[in-house]
């Protein structure tokens, strides 16, 4: 199974921008679709955006459309995550995710592997 850890998080203003990223290990990045979810306090944990493997198909979530972009460099095992514009009701934790199965999907149990989180705070 393969173990991912986020990087990138932190505090920023309305209008700012972040990178977030996520390094994988453990196992074989092969073939993987990855994910990128967000959980708010109280809330449930929602899918941002996913990216195949092959970085040719990218899906996300309407709230970010035009505003965040998900790539991967396989050569790293590593995703991104650049975040733009970004907003006060972006902020959550962020969390990726792995998919062992190349079919994009947007709900959190279709995905295997978690990393453990960034924290992303925008102020008004």
């Known amino acids: 199974q393969v173990q991912l850890v986020e990087s990138g998080g932190g505090l920023v203003q309305a209008g700012g921008s972040l990178r977030l990223s996520c390094a994988a290990s453990g196992s074989s990045f092969s073939g993987y679709a990855m994910g990128w979810f967000r959980q708010a306090p109280g809330k449930e944990r929602e899918f941002v955006a996913t990216i195949s493997w092959t970085a040719g198909s990218t899906r996300y979530t309407n709230s970010v459309k035009g505003r965040f972009t998900i790539s991967r460099d396989n050569a790293k095992n590593t995703v991104y995550l650049q975040m733009n514009s970004l907003k006060p009701e972006d902020t959550a934790v962020y969390y990726c995710?792995?998919?062992?199965?190349?079919?994009?999907?947007?709900?959190?149990?279709?995905?295997?592997?978690w990393g453990p989180g960034t924290q992303v705070t925008v102020s008004s």
């Open positions: 995710a792995a998919r062992t199965l190349p079919v994009l999907r947007t709900g959190p149990e279709h995905y295997d592997s």
